[in-house]
C-alpha cells in the first residue's frame, strides 16, 4: 500500500516527538526530585561562639559527641541550615574539638557526631597515625583556637590497618605504613595474626589508636602541658561500621 507524502511526513514528526519525550520518572524518582526541589529549612543556624567554647569542658565535648552518635544511629541528624553557618562563620571559628580519623569515605566524622560547621577541627589520615603536620594542626586546634578535646578515631575494617598486619609493599603506602606497623608488634596474640582475622585486626585498631595518643603526648609538649593542667583531654574511639556506633577507649 502507498501513502501519501504528508501522512508520511506527519508519521516521522510523531514518531520522532515521542522518541523525544522524556520517560515518566517512577514514583521513587519522583519523590526524590520533589525533595531536592524544596530545600530543607535548618533548625540549627548560629555558629559555636568563644563565649560557648571557654564555658565548655573535655567531658561536655565527649559527652555531646556522645549524644550526637545517638541520633545518628537513629537517622535523627539535626537539621542546619549550611549556608548560613558559613556566613555566620567566615571571619572567625571556635570549635570544640579536633578529631583525627581514618581518610575512609565510609567514616564521615561530622555525621558520626552529628556536627555543623565551625563544630569541629577533622585531620584524615589513612590509619589515623601523627606525624608533625598533623601534631601542628592539634596544637593550632587547641592551643591558638581553644579546642578542649583531641580525639583519636579509628574504624573497624580499616584497609590501612590491614595492610599493615600484612605488612605490604607498595610505593609510598610502605613508608606509611611503617608508622603502624609497631601497633601489630604490641598486640599479644597467639591466633592467626593476619588480616582475615577481624578479632586480630581489632585488636591492632585498637592498639594503634593507643599508640597514637602515646606519640601525641611524646611529641608535643604543648599539648601534653595542657592535657596534664587539665585544659584538654585526649582520648581514643573506635567507630563500628557495622552499625555506625562510637564507642569510647576509656
Known amino acids: 500500500m502507498r501513502y501519501p507524502l504528508n501522512f508520511l511526513a ?25 525533595q531536592r526541589a524544596q530545600p530543607m529549612k535548618g533548625v540549627v543556624e548560629d555558629v559555636l561562639s568563644k563565649e560557648e567554647q571557654d564555658a565548655l569542658t573535655a567531658d561536655m565535648v565527649i559527652q555531646s559527641f556522645k549524644e550526637g552518635n545517638d541520633r545518628f544511629l ?16 567566615t571571619l572567625a571559628q571556635f570549635p570544640k574539638a579536633i578529631v583525627l580519623s581514618c581518610v575512609d569515605s565510609r567514616v564521615p566524622v561530622e555525621d ?4 555543623g560547621i565551625g563544630d569541629v577541627f577533622v585531620a584524615r589520615v589513612a590509619g589515623n597515625f601523627v606525624n608533625e603536620d598533623i601534631l601542628g594542626s592539634m596544637e593550632f586546634a587547641c592551643k591558638v583556637s581553644g579546642s578542649k578535646l583531641i580525639l583519636v578515631m579509628g574504624h ?11 605488612d605490604v609493599k607498595l610505593g ?3 613508608p606509611m ?30 592498639s594503634n589508636v593507643q599508640h597514637t595518643i602515646e606519640q601525641i603526648r611524646l611529641n608535643s ?13 585526649i582520648v581514643g574511639a573506635v567507630y563500628d561500621m557495622d552499625n555506625g556506633k562510637v564507642d569510647f577507649l576509656q
Open 221 to 233: 609538649p604543648i599539648l601534653k602541658e595542657m592535657e596534664d593542667k587539665g585544659e584538654i583531654k
Open 156 to 166: 573497624e575494617h580499616c584497609g590501612a590497618v590491614k595492610a599493615a598486619v600484612d
Open 177 to 206: 605504613l611503617a608508622k603502624i606497623r609497631p601497633t601489630v608488634d604490641k598486640v599479644v596474640y597467639d591466633g592467626d595474626r593476619t588480616s582475615k582475622n577481624d578479632e586480630f585486626v581489632h585488636m591492632v585498631c585498637e
Open 112 to 115: 558520626v557526631f552529628d556536627r
Open 74 to 89: 537513629r537517622n535523627d541528624l539535626t537539621a542546619r541550615d549550611h549556608s548560613e553557618q558559613v556566613r555566620k562563620s
Open 10 to 34: 506527519i508519521l516521522a514528526l510523531s514518531i520522532a516527538i515521542v522518541s523525544c519525550s522524556p520517560a515518566e520518572p517512577k514514583p521513587q524518582e519522583a519523590t526524590v526530585t520533589a
Open 172 to 174: 609510598n603506602i610502605t
